[in-house]
């Protein structure tokens, strides 16, 4: 099998959405579609090889804007075209606007007004992230009355936090999912421009668009690189933004019955965002979101073997499997899972090509070879540092 040239293919992918814009902005469409079509092509392999997360997530977001320029050029708009005169984005199935009018400005920049499939039940453990959202952000909406006469305002700033792949941001997906509502995930490179002043003007845009609708949700992904502390060398580029963003959120209220928007932030690395977020309580909660228990180990296992449970039939055993993915994340847990049911349809597919009516299980042998190779994305140094950080001690 030929080797995946990592940065062999960002540099053709650099290259194809170059391409892409050029071709768009001189009014050639269909030279457009053919550089975004492999554009596309090649965004799909950098995410499926690339084993820095931070770096995954900026692909997946890239790849779902490429997707939605795909639409939109499909209903005839051309975004880089000089004449903006296309219809805005909200027309037709889209979510309810709380401002009630047209769209000002045309099109939504941050925000995807299709809500995501992805539900809290498709979320492993994490029980009390859930918890909070039921009470805080769904309640409300079933129960407005009730609500009103115990809580003041709906909605809730949640800060989430702790090591990579437990599932920061699909909560933030789920929680989508669950108001059937328009969201925002801004990456830190959504934020971070190289012109002075470009940062803070994307953050107010976001929360004005935040205001056109009666439910949202903003998620800010990676906030430790948007919002270092202002004290250190990190936050050089970024002081303005931190600024902006923390007088948009002051000034973004739920005033109205009715109006849930929820505003999410993830981190990999708590103590390193400025103190006013963490302490000033513009985050009103804070959720460690930390590695499965084994509760949500199963609940893993069982979901990489639903579409057939017979794999599990083999000489390891359900309970075996959750024993040994201690201490991984859902997202190390689910690639390991993959990997071994790689190794069963291996097996399968050789008894097929020798006449062999079989599918093979996933044994003891393949978890084994699987975990051998494998390296744990959570380290116990790392989890360290989130106890001091809960403790107060960094
Ligand atoms: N609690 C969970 N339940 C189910 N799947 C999960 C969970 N956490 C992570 N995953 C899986 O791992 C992938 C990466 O997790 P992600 O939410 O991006 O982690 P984080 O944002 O904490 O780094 C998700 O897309 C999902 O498929
Ligand atoms: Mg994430």
Redesign the pocket.
């Known amino acids: 099998m030929a080797v995946f040239n990592f940065d062999i293919k960002r540099k053709s992918y650099e290259d194809a959405l170059k391409m892409t814009q050029a071709a768009l902005s001189a009014g050639n469409i269909e030279e457009g579609k053919y550089y975004l079509d492999s554009a596309t092509s090649l965004c799909a392999q950098l995410i499926a090889n690339c084993v820095i997360?931070p770096m995954k997530?900026r692909y997946e977001s890239e790849y779902k804007k490429l997707q939605s320029l795909a639409t939109s050029l499909e209903k005839g708009i051309n975004p880089f075209s000089a004449d903006r005169s296309a219809p805005p984005r909200t027309a037709g199935g889209a979510p309810k606007r709380a401002d009630g009018g047209e769209n000002p400005s045309g099109e939504l920049q941050f925000f995807s007004d299709k809500a995501p499939t992805t539900t809290l039940d498709?979320?492993?453990?994490?029980a009390e992230v859930k918890k909070q959202i039921r009470l805080r952000v769904l309640a409300p909406l079933q129960n407005p009355e009730l609500y009103s006469k115990y809580m003041d305002d709906a909605g809730c700033r949640i800060l989430?936090y702790?090591?990579?792949?437990?599932?920061?941001?699909?909560?933030?997906?789920a929680i989508a999912g669950e108001l059937k509502c328009a969201y925002a995930i801004i990456n830190a490179s959504d934020l971070l421009d190289k012109y002075v002043g470009e940062g803070p003007k994307k953050v107010v845009q976001i929360f004005k668009e935040a205001e056109r609708f009666e439910k949202c949700l903003i998620f800010f992904?990676e906030l430790d690189s948007l919002f270092a502390s202002r004290e250190s060398e990190d936050s050089r580029h970024t002081k303005d933004i931190l600024t902006t963003f923390l007088t948009c959120l002051s000034g973004f209220h739920e005033e109205k019955s009715g109006c849930v928007r929820v505003i999410i932030g993830?981190t990999?690395r708590p103590w390193a965002l400025d103190t006013a977020l963490i302490r000033g309580k513009r985050f009103d909660t804070h959720i460690y979101?930390g590695l499965?228990d084994a509760e949500?180990r199963a609940?893993?296992v069982r979901?990489a073997f639903s579409k057939n449970a017979s794999l599990l039939n083999g000489d390891i055993g359900e309970e075996r499997m959750v024993d040994l993915l201690e201490g991984y994340?859902?997202?190390d847990i689910?690639t390991i899972l993959g990997k071994m049911k790689e190794k069963a349809f291996e097996r399968t597919l050789a008894n097929f090509e020798n006449g062999v009516n079989s599918e093979e299980p996933v044994t003891d042998r393949d978890m084994a070879d699987v975990m051998a190779t494998y390296r744990n994305s959570v380290t116990a140094e790392s989890l360290e540092l989130f106890k001091s950080f809960e403790n107060g001690e960094i």
């Open positions: 997360e997530r498709d979320v492993a453990g994490l989430m702790g090591p990579p792949g437990c599932g920061k941001s699909f909560v933030a997906e992904d993830a990999n979101v499965p949500a609940f893993l979901k994340s859902c997202a689910s």
